[in-house]
């Protein structure tokens, strides 16, 4: 059995406490045990590194600190928000001891950090520490049939020189988790696009052009559902997706999953679990293609002239 | 128009530069990162121009823009960037700086982005978490909009999508000193 550190982050008790929940099934069953950190806080997200660099360090230090106190050696993070900030103070403070020192003063009562604890987001633990042998060793209730378009958002493969993990431009890790899943992963061109963030409240006509073009690019793949790994791409691509439809005049109809919400339903784990009634965008339609099969277009027979086309090319 | 005089020494650029880590100076005006950029049509100058005017030390224009308000963090622009300048670390300087100067600019969008950032500091300084439906009601307040996405709340409430409460932490004492602390900091720094 594993041991790892677990850092929920607030929209775990809020808006994704159906991914807070299914991450806590899914570990269970790949023999994963995840420690929380005790009274962590939270990370800052992108107001604290919007108005004051010293804060935007010292929340997630706190938590870096506290990390050490327990005696695993990575950290997983659900939230890519989170992550990211996590991630970006691990780096800076590692490269940069001098900064370490002066924004540990900051952290009130508490140890030195030592940067002992590697920081990964559940997508990256799943995939470089549980490994896709792993995961689809577990699966029993395949969910095939179901086209999905993988979006992975900014921050959770960008910048590359913080995350050090996948391609920045065109990733593939979730896309192989989904496959080991049974379902099929759909050729998707706006994976890393941001969905526009926490400008959901702040000034949301920016959400509403960025996700729609995320939607539209989603629908054109033929996927009958997105799946995220990040709460605010899902509350943005779900919650919105309403007032996008209506402000483009569209029909979407596309249901946002947690990729940790598929991996629990194709680990056999009852739908009532999934927390699926907490979604703006209905899943039963997605859901319902389970079990078809998918033909594969057949590639068109070469014409003579093609051939001799071709030919002529040599 | 815009008179530029020789000065010598611009220290807006170095400024920015210091803050950033990054050089400024490398950036040779291509354009990629305006053509990988989402949001053009919301901002007053794109990266690519921002860039160049703090080149030629027009800190107020810079400064006043809402620009860098609207950067997303969303680092596509710097990962394709040739001349690899951290873009989005640039943006950020020129925002601090702007902050640390006290310059507001008077587009009712950055007044709103900025409201939502101190609105959802404070929900940390209080409750050392995120308190998601308290966030989302004082920025409706405080930003006059009383009823800016009504029409989600029955669905989010119903669902229990957003939660009425927050589990707040024990130590929220040490949040609360913590922001005493990073705020000298920053004054230090200055």
């Known amino acids: ?314 | 128009m815009i008179t530029l005089s020789y000065k010598g020494k611009n220290t807006f650029l170095e400024a920015v530069n210091k803050k950033s880590g990054s050089d400024v100076l490398e950036c040779y005006q291509c354009g990629k990162c305006v053509s990988t950029f989402p949001v053009s049509n919301f901002m007053d100058f794109p990266p690519r121009e921002i860039m160049q005017m703090i080149k030629l030390e027009l800190k107020e224009e810079c400064q006043m823009a809402n620009s860098t308000w609207f950067c997303l963090t969303c680092s596509a622009c710097s990962g394709r960037c040739p001349r690899e300048i951290n873009i989005p670390a640039v943006m950020e300087a020129v925002r601090h700086l702007a902050i640390e100067e006290n310059y507001h600019p008077d587009s009712k969008q950055v007044k709103n982005i900025r409201k939502f950032h101190e609105i959802f500091l404070d929900m940390i300084k209080r409750y050392g978490r995120n308190y998601e439906l308290r966030m989302m009601a004082e920025f409706n307040i405080r930003t006059r909009n009383l009823f800016k996405d009504m029409h989600l709340a029955p669905k989010a409430l119903l669902k229990g999508k957003i939660p009425l409460g927050v589990k707040s932490m024990k130590s929220a004492k040490a949040i609360k000193k913590m922001y005493e602390m990073a705020d000298k900091l920053e004054q230090q720094s200055k």
């Open chain 1, 1 to 314: 059995m594993k041991k790892v550190t677990y850092f929920p982050g607030c929209s775990a008790h809020g808006t994704s406490e159906e991914f807070d929940q299914t991450v806590k099934m899914v570990m269970k069953t790949l023999d994963v045990e995840m420690e929380e950190i005790p009274d962590w806080n939270c990370c800052g997200a992108t107001s604290a590194h919007t108005m004051n660099e010293s804060l935007a360090y010292a929340l997630p230090l706190r938590n870096l600190v506290l990390a050490e106190k327990l005696s695993n050696d990575t950290m997983t993070i659900p939230c890519a928000s989170c992550y990211q900030r996590m991630k970006s103070t691990k780096v800076h403070m590692d490269e940069n001891p001098e900064l370490a020192k002066k924004i540990n003063t900051a952290v009130v009562g508490e140890s030195l950090y030592e940067g002992r604890v590697a920081v990964k987001s559940m997508l990256q633990f799943c995939y470089e520490d549980i490994g896709l042998e792993n995961i689809r060793s577990k699966v029993t209730s395949p969910i095939s049939g179901m086209k999905i378009a993988c979006y992975y958002g900014c921050l959770l493969t960008r910048p590359k020189a913080i995350t050090q993990f996948d391609s920045p431009e065109y990733p593939m890790s979730m896309d192989k988790i989904v496959e080991a899943l049974g379902a099929k992963a759909m050729p998707f061109d706006f994976k890393t696009e941001c969905c526009g963030a926490s400008f959901s409240i702040s000034d949301t006509d920016v959400v509403l052009q960025l996700s729609g073009k995320i939607l539209e690019m989603a629908k054109e793949s033929g996927a009958h559902a997105i799946v995220v790994a990040c709460p605010l791409c899902q509350s943005n691509l779900d919650m919105r997706q309403g007032d996008i439809e209506k402000k483009y005049k569209v029909k979407y109809d596309l249901p946002v999953f947690y990729l940790t919400q598929l991996m629990a339903m194709a680990f056999g784990f009852p739908k009532e679990k999934m927390m699926f009634a907490k979604h703006i965008v209905p899943v039963d339609g997605a859901l319902a293609h389970i079990g078809e099969v998918i033909e594969e277009p057949k590639k068109p027979a070469k014409g003579k002239k093609a051939v001799k086309a071709e030919s002529e090319v040599e």
